[in-house]
């Protein structure tokens, strides 16, 4: 089964409203990372996070390594957080990030 | 300023033919990455190098070769393309295994 998975696939929220996303996985852990891949297709780094709770702005991830989750919140959302967003896993001992097929995310005006 | 470089941003060829992705980065890591996301599927792992060194290796085809002729490259040889290797190849750095990845913006493939 899928190692990675995240939801919801898809959210639709009003400028304004908070967004939480999960990522739960079902393999060991060594760290957890969060990406935005802009509507173009690039991808942008948002948090290295092995465990524990990390803040960036409106963002917030925190992830429990004994519960296999991995969440980001996104305060105050804004149309321009409109995206992908995708958890990426790294289990333990490998060179490979094993990605969840991304909660595509829609703010409204 | 991008600091990781891929060319080109699209790629067009026919069936059979071969093609080399490019990609180059500023930042000083040492570990390189290609990824690669098809349509509708998940972004998928298929080569790590640290120091110009194969680390792992997920392409089942051999008709995918990396290629690092410099410290700071990681080239993609793809031969004998198929219409099923259309997709999007991303290039990442970081500095060693259990880093940040960085990712570079990608080079669409089209094989028609």
């Known amino acids: 089964g899928q190692q990675v998975q995240q939801s919801p696939a898809s959210l639709v929220l009003q400028e304004g409203e908070n967004a939480e996303l999960q990522c739960n996985f079902s393999t060991s852990l060594n760290s957890m990372q969060w990406f935005y891949q802009r509507p173009g297709g690039s991808l942008v780094s948002l948090f290295y996070?092995?465990?524990g709770t990390k803040h960036s702005g409106r963002l917030t991830s925190t992830t429990v390594i004994k519960e296999r989750r991995s969440s980001l919140h996104i305060s105050s959302s804004q149309t321009t957080d409109s995206g992908t967003y995708l958890c990426?896993?790294?289990?333990?001992?490998?060179?490979?990030?094993?990605f969840g097929s991304g909660t595509q995310l829609t703010v409204m005006p | 300023d991008p600091k990781i470089i891929q060319k080109p941003k699209y790629l067009v060829a026919v069936t059979g033919s071969e093609k080399i992705l490019i990609c180059e980065q500023y930042l000083g890591h040492n570990a390189m990455y290609w990824y690669r996301q098809s349509a509708k599927k998940p972004l998928e792992f298929m080569f790590s190098y640290s120091y110009q060194k194969l680390m792992d290796n997920q392409t089942a085809s051999s008709r995918f070769q990396p290629q690092s002729s410099k410290k700071n490259h990681l080239d993609l040889q793809i031969t004998a393309l198929k219409p099923d290797d259309s997709a999007t190849y991303f290039c990442?750095?970081?500095?060693?295994?259990?880093?940040?990845?960085?990712f570079g913006h990608g080079t669409k493939l089209s094989v028609l």
């Open positions: 990442a750095t970081g500095q060693g295994r259990d880093e940040r990845l960085f």
């Open positions: 990426a896993l790294d289990s333990s001992g490998s060179w490979q990030l094993i």
């Open positions: 996070n092995p465990s």
